[in-house]
């Protein structure tokens, strides 16, 4: 890895940036990650993780934030004017994690924390923030880009091969590209929100507290524990409160919530505190030449569903293994051009989903919440790119559903991957089980062999020899009634799908041969018979094969 002149640079440090650093870093790519503001952001902020953004988490090993994240609580709404309550809903219904979806339903984190985290993961690779350093403008050749940085006043020239812009809504990266960003501004969506420190009398922290309505007045706080045993998250909203003006004062917000909140409430601090006005915006295009775009810098939207962080940190999932192919030399910068032309139609598509929530939020008087599983995102896919082969579709222009519902019945290539446990490693010293997701990696091709027997799967695997290991794993996957004596395979492993959960998610038949091969950012790359569509699927990624 080059530390000492980082072939990367990365513009902007909030989850974004830093999952695009580390998925950079895992692949041994050395990265220069910058922030302008000279101290970390404070602030809950985006708090929902979704479970395909969990499923991130995991493949990168950034096990904290699927141990650390809570279920959002239940939330209570009032009487107007009382402490009595309406009624309590939940804002995502609890489903239980199953064999293929381990890390189902919702999650909540606030942003502050999320950051310390993936700093803490950069740390391992001795990759840190520099904070209060801003990118003033850059040019690009066909060579690399030219920086000018500032810190302190002290401006800087700096070369590198790669620039990717997590700068948020007011990207620099973005207007200095000449990239579109249209849309429009909602005004009549506007909030104040802030975390807060107060106790109220008959306050309970189980619950997440909503009063009023959007066609008036209302507020609503979430219990957070991240800011203090007091701490919550609040919203402040309706057309009947001078939402700029209460923005500007502490009084004021100490005032409005004593209005909305019919208790003794005490109030103890006010953290931080943002005026938000939704816009829905996204670019034409997600990169020219060597300068990419990612999250806030490519696509801002409403609140309502919670894709916009779960969203940008998935492009940067994209982004990366693509890049580090790149720079390694071992694929051509055409592979670039798919980032782009796989996350526009998603990202699209998730701006209609998030924009008919808020519509929806907004017209209705009564207490309203619905969370349809399309956001879980586990039906994002990319089944329309160029770069994924499945032998087993008839070639019909179908229209693009980037932004489907979850069909487990249904697996193509340019879906998700599915999970499957109790995967039971065979040919080791000591047998032991293991998940198909634990196989799953960011640097890495997962080529899975799903075969009868080892010697149906041996023609294929010998082929796979001539990839470079680095970049390209195989695992050959046979039936729980499979009996192995001799594991003598040039597979790096060997899995007998003891309880059948991988045969089920991967709708495998008895009998039959089948390869899936799993890209780096856990997306079936390919569905194929055998040797000759591995060939052809990988002539579509990589060099020199």
Request: a negative charge; hydrophobic letters at 40%; proline letters at 6%.
């Amino acid at each position: 890895m080059n530390t000492a002149h980082p072939p990367v640079l990365v513009v902007g440090a909030g989850p974004v940036g830093l999952v695009a650093a580390l998925t950079l870093l895992q692949n041994g790519i050395s990265v220069r990650i910058i922030d302008k503001d000279p101290h970390p952001r404070i602030g809950q902020r985006g708090t929902g993780i979704w479970p395909r953004s969990r499923e991130l988490y995991n493949f990168l090993g950034v096990s904290e934030v699927i141990s650390l994240a809570k279920p959002a609580p239940p939330i209570r709404f009032y009487k107007p004017g009382t402490l009595e309550s309406l009624e309590d809903a939940v804002l995502v219904p609890h489903v239980e994690p199953t064999p293929a979806i381990p890390f189902n339903g919702h999650r909540s984190m606030g942003q502050q924390l999320l950051d310390v985290i993936l700093r803490r993961h950069l740390e391992k690779f001795s990759c840190s923030v520099e904070m209060g350093t801003e990118l003033r403008s850059f040019e690009q050749s066909d060579e690399g880009v030219t920086a000018v940085l500032a810190n302190n006043g002290i401006s800087e020239t700096f070369d590198t091969k790669w620039i990717i812009g997590a700068d948020g809504a007011k990207s620099i990266v973005r207007k200095q590209l000449g990239l579109t960003f249209l849309g429009e501004t909602r005004d009549d969506a506007h909030v104040v929100t802030g975390d807060i420190r107060l106790t109220g009398v008959g306050l309970d922290r189980l619950y997440w507290h909503r009063f009023g309505n959007w066609n008036e007045q209302g507020l609503s706080l979430r219990p957070a524990d991240e800011i203090g045993d007091d701490g919550w998250q609040f919203f402040l909203f309706g057309h009947e409160l001078d939402l700029t003006k209460i923005a500007g004062s502490e009084k004021l917000v100490f005032e409005t919530i004593t209005s909305l909140m019919p208790t003794e409430i005490s109030f103890n601090k006010l953290v931080w505190m943002s005026y938000f006005k939704p816009n829905i915006r996204m670019v034409n295009k997600f990169s020219e030449g060597r300068v990419f775009v990612a999250g806030d810098a490519a696509h801002v939207h409403s609140p309502t569903g919670g894709q916009g962080l779960n969203s940008g940190v998935q492009d940067a999932f994209n982004l990366g293994w693509k890049l580090a192919l790149v720079q390694k030399g071992l694929a051509d910068k055409s592979l670039l051009e798919t980032y782009s032309a796989e996350r526009l139609p998603v990202i699209s598509e998730m701006l209609g989903v998030t924009t008919s929530i808020l519509d929806k939020t907004m017209a209705s008087k009564e207490p309203q919440i619905e969370r349809n599983s399309i956001l879980f995102m586990l039906g994002i896919n990319c089944r329309f790119s160029t770069i994924v082969l499945d032998e087993f579709v008839t070639s019909v222009e179908k229209p693009i559903n980037a932004y489907g519902v979850l069909d487990e019945g249904h697996l193509e290539a340019g879906d998700r991957a599915p999970d499957a446990p109790n995967m039971l490693q065979v040919g080791r010293v000591e047998p032991g089980a293991t998940t198909l997701f634990s196989l799953y990696r960011p640097w890495y091709h997962t080529i899975l062999v799903f075969a009868p027997s080892l010697a149906d799967a041996t023609p294929i695997l010998g082929a796979l020899e001539t990839y470079d290991k680095s970049v390209v794993r195989s695992a050959v996957v046979l039936p729980s009634s499979a009996s192995v004596t001799s594991v003598v395979s040039p597979a790096d492993l060997v899995l007998i799908d003891q309880e059948g959960h991988a045969y089920s998610a991967y709708l495998m038949e008895a009998g039959q041969t089948k390869v899936f091969v799993i890209r780096p950012d856990g997306v079936v790359g390919a569905i194929v018979h055998g040797t000759e569509g591995v060939k052809k699927y990988f002539s579509k990624i990589l060099v020199h094969i």
